[in-house]
């Protein structure tokens, strides 16, 4: 079963870097714009120290891990519903995952160009979201247009489809991601159809950079108004450093403690980042465990 997450953002915002630091796969990494163009995929196994305890337990020969698919999809711009930046491919790499994980950048840095040329996390939240709902709408608007002639004729399936979709036009209208509005479960089994983008779960990863100016670290009001953003929609959120995570991938477990400790990182940002990505899937672990 493929479980896959697409790593999403604007350009410059350590997409590729944390990319790389999660699947310990080299891609391209350059400071302009879509330096990604064609999306590189990772698996990844979910960390779990439950699994080497069961395996001294029962004396297994071999150790299965869970596993996430990580796609490393090109930087969005404002525009890209339209096209824009390569938009509608890029739009089509994300309609293909199973959720999608948000970066955005919280630091500082003059060196790292950023395409706003401006930090502001919430309103770089903004484009990405308004870029996605626009496409929802289009084709929430082409499938009413479908539909409607059904649902006129007697169709109660297409009844159903006819009067949430009237209900979900306008609120991707005003702004909202799809998965905000309430819906039944038949419903939901309706519009899982569309494969809309937001409808898919959202997880938005805070990206910092060792030694700049990190915005959660000074309690800037930027920040603060990120996590506003957050607690409001009820998102989910993990802060990384991938710039550091990157560095860190190819010491041992204990190089890399070490090093976190010298820089005062409370774990590793990248596991916490897998799990939370397996937790907003939906998923739950189980084992089979024995010798074989």
């Known amino acids: ?3 896959s997450v697409g790593i999403v953002g604007l350009p410059n915002v350590g997409k590729s870097t944390l990319f790389t630091a999660l699947t310990k796969n080299e891609v391209l990494i350059a400071n302009y714009p879509f330096a990604t163009i064609d999306p590189s995929v990772g698996v990844v196994a979910v ?4 699994l080497a305890s069961l395996a001294t337990l029962s004396n297994t020969a071999k150790i299965i891990p869970a596993v996430v698919e ?11 519903a339209s096209g824009e930046g390569l938009g509608n491919k890029f739009l089509a790499n994300i309609r293909e995952t199973d959720m999608i994980a948000q970066v955005v950048r919280i630091f500082e840095d003059g060196d790292i160009h950023h395409v706003s040329a401006e930090i502001d996390p919430l309103s770089d939240v903004e484009v990405i ?3 996605l709902i626009l496409a929802d709408a289009e084709t929430v608007e082409k499938r009413l247009g479908n539909v409607e002639r059904d649902a006129k004729r007697g169709d109660k399936d297409a009844a ?3 009067e949430v979709l009237t209900r979900l036009k306008p609120h991707l209208d005003a702004g909202n ?4 509005l309430p819906m039944t479960d038949i419903e939901q089994k309706v519009v899982k159809g569309l494969h809309l983008l937001t409808m898919k779960p959202f997880l938005y990863v805070c990206n910092k950079k060792t030694d700049a100016f990190n915005l959660d670290e000074q309690n800037d009001d930027r920040w603060l108004k990120l996590v506003d953003f957050f607690e409001r929609t009820g998102a989910e959120y993990v802060v990384v450093d991938a710039g550091m995570e990157h560095e860190l991938r190819d010491l041992s477990d204990e190089e890399k403690n070490d090093f976190r400790r010298e820089y005062g990182a409370q774990g590793s940002g990248v596991e916490s980042l897998i799990r939370a990505c397996y937790h907003r899937l939906g998923l739950m672990s189980y084992f089979t465990t024995g010798e074989n």
């Open 160 to 162: 159903v489809e006819w």
């Open 129 to 131: 979201n308004l870029e």
């Open 177 to 180: 991601l799809a998965n905000a």
């Open 70 to 80: 990580f796609v490393d999809i090109a930087g969005l711009v404002a525009g890209a």
């Open 47 to 50: 960390p779990d120290g439950r």
């Open 1 to 3: 079963m493929s479980l």
